[in-house]
Every structure is written in C-alpha cells, then in structure tokens.
C-alpha cells in the first residue's frame, strides 16, 4: 500500500528522476510526465484523474506549459491539489495560480525534506475531499 499517488510534471528528466526518487523511497507511486501535453494525456488516460493525489508541476516545459496545464487541470479536476516546481520564479504568474487554486509553490533546487513536506500536507488534503465528496 502506497502512502498517495503524485503525478511529477517536468522537462528535466534529472529533476523529475530525483523528485520521483525522493517520493517512492518515502511510500508515494509517482508518475512521470515530461511536459504539461503528456501530463494532460496521462491524467485523461484509465481513470487516472481520480487516483492521483497530487500533482506537482514546472512552469517553463516546451509544448505545453506548466501555467496551460495547471488550467487544464484545475478544470477537470478541481480536487486535486497542485504544486507549482519551478526554477525561475515569476511570482505574478505564482499570485494568478494561487488564486486559481493552486496549493504551494517550491522554488528549485528544493530539498528533499520540504518536498516530502509539501506532499504529505498535499495528500492529505486530497484523501480529506474524496472522503467528503
């Protein structure tokens, strides 16, 4: 049994590696996406809007871009907290998501203590609204 299903949204295969390594060796089933159009896809795909507790997502990614997806995302599944990942800041950007819904922002490289932190918090939340729901 696995402590919560995240969903990693990253161009850099190093980041999303690490992030992913982080989070299975603490319990999570990650899954990985390598830009914001697959992510989309794989959320679509085999009911997995429903089974993913957390997304966390980078903001620049070619294709389609984190602040594209996040909308995609808050539109279709509302319940699902997101996390934005990113390197370079935009804190406007940040503020408008905020207030779209999104739950934390990590400015990278991030520790791996904050990341657990974060997705505890993060899934918890998640495993509170489906109980309401």
Known sequence: MTLGRVLVVDDQ???????????SRAGYEVVEAEDGGKAIRLMAEDNNGSRVDTIICDLQMPTVDGNEAITQF???????PIII??????????????????????IKPVRDQRILEVIRGTVRLRQLRRNQG
């Open 85 to 106: 990942m990113t390197g370079a800041p935009d804190f406007i950007l940040t503020e408008i998501l905020k207030n779209q819904g999104v739950t934390d922002y990590l």
């Open 74 to 80: 808050k539109r279709h599944y509302p319940d699902v």
């Open 13 to 23: 295969v190093y980041v999303r590696q690490a992030v992913s390594l982080v989070l």
